[in-house]
């Protein structure tokens, strides 16, 4: 049996940085990844997707472009299988900046899927580990809906490498990933249906924001089918998909993306002793740790934010708190920023105005709907919108929201000044940066 102070099982963000600190901190770290280093946000999540983001995205400048003078900039014919490998070649090299890391930093890396099997024990291929610690860091994977033909439609992991790019696709959910292909596909060319149960996307965000974004992606072209859930998909004879919904529509498509949430990848922990919560998600102290004496969890297995951001720090905290003897290291869940990379993009910190509102907050709104500069010349229909939601009693901003351009780089400053208890009266006395949209968050009244 082999030994080691630390072993971190998934080479994920939380999993990748979590073994680099605690082997600064002079500790034996083994982690094993089953399959390439970098977990979901290199491989099929935050990176990829930002790359066909800004691909996507180039059919927009083209519609614009002639009205500022460039009559040569038409879009052209989207060549897939360039942008999918052009992608891969990146993932690649992000996979490897990833192995140098963490062998620089000392840790021994292992290739396979790695078991707790007892305390502290793990199994891997034919060897057995007895570590000091153990850190799960397994992070999730998608969870399609359970409906008669569901293994006709792809998941969120199989959109990175296509063989093909569809003509037509319809997308079922209407959280992140569906809202982020939604605005991929369409951008790339593909006439994208998006279907959700609800009466709009993105459930838990302020529904002015959520309201404005259905708005926003139907001027865009795609087409939204609320309160429409689907009861079964069926091949068609010449290999095209349908599907049957719960208000009686049929639809025929060429592409099914199930975007319906992902889950906790636990298999065998509830068998080694960890307690796992009723909907999946591990449970674990203060310290990340579980049930089992000496392992512990962070990141998607975890029923905090399922964000990368949150999983990298989770892991500062654990090595801080474990290996570094500091027992104040903590996480404010409060505030925490985050954005949808859908067309146009939206993005959010604090509370939504119904949050402050059912946690007691007497509040005051600030609202913003315009059409940018940027879209001026063409005279299209784009808003952007922008919302700060107040605690009337102290003026403190509790929360901002913003669907347009850049929304995701505007709001990420604004999460500070809001973690630093900025109100409206900060706000209003700061000077904007001139023209932007950013100024735009400082001269609502
Ligand atoms: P989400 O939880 O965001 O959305 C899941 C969607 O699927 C919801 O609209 C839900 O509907 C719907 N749904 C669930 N079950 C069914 C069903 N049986 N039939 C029909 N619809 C169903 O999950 P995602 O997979 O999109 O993303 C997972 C998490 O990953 C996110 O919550 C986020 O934390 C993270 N992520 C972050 C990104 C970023 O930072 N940009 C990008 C992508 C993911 P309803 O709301 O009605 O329950």
Known sequence: MKTCDLFVIGGGSGGVRAARLAAAQGARVVLAEKTALGGTCVNVG????????????????????????????????????????????????????????????????????????????????????????????????????????????????????????????????????????????????????????????????????????????????????????????????????????????????????????????????????????????????ENYETAVPGVFAIGDLLQTPALTPVATAEAGVFVARVFGGDKTARLDYENIPTAVFCRPPLATVGMSEEAAKARGFKTKTYLSRYRPLRHTLANDKAQTLMKLVVDAECGKVVGAHMVGEDAGEIIQGLAIAIRLGATKDDFDSTIGVHPSNAEEFVTMR
């Open 46 to 285: 935050c990176v990829p997707k930002k790359l066909f983001f800004y691909a996507a995205g180039f059919s927009a400048e083209a519609a614009l472009a002639p009205y500022f003078g460039w009559s040569e900039f038409a879009a052209g014919a989207m060549d897939w299988p360039t942008l999918r490998e052009n992608k891969n070649r990146e993932i690649l090299r992000l996979n490897g900046v990833y192995e140098r890391t963490l062998k620089d930093a000392g840790v021994h890396i292992v290739n396979g899927a790695a078991r707790l099997t007892a305390k502290k024990i793990v199994h891997i291929g034919d060897e057995i580990y007895q570590a000091e610690k153990v850190l799960l860091a397994m992070g999730g994977a998608p969870f399609m809906a359970s409906i008669p033909g569901k293994e006709l439609a792809v998941c969120s992991d199989d959109m990175f490498h296509l063989s093909v790019l569809p003509k037509q696709a319809v997308i079922i959910g209407g959280g992140y990933i569906a809202l982020e292909f939604a605005g991929i596909l369409s951008g790339l060319g593909v006439q994208t249906t998006l279907c959700y149960r609800a009466e709009l996307p993105l459930r838990g965000f302020d529904e002015t924001l959520r309201r404005h974004t259905a708005a926003e992606m139907t001027k865009r072209g795609i087409i939204l089918r609320p309160q429409t859930a689907p009861e079964s998909i069926e091949k068609t004879a010449n290999g095209a998909r349908r599907l049957y919904f719960d208000n009686d529509e049929m639809m025929t498509t060429a592409l099914v993306l199930m975007a319906t949430g992902r889950k906790p990848q636990t298999r065998g922990l509830a068998e080694a002793g960890v307690i796992l919560r009723k909907n999946g998600m591990v449970e674990a102290d």
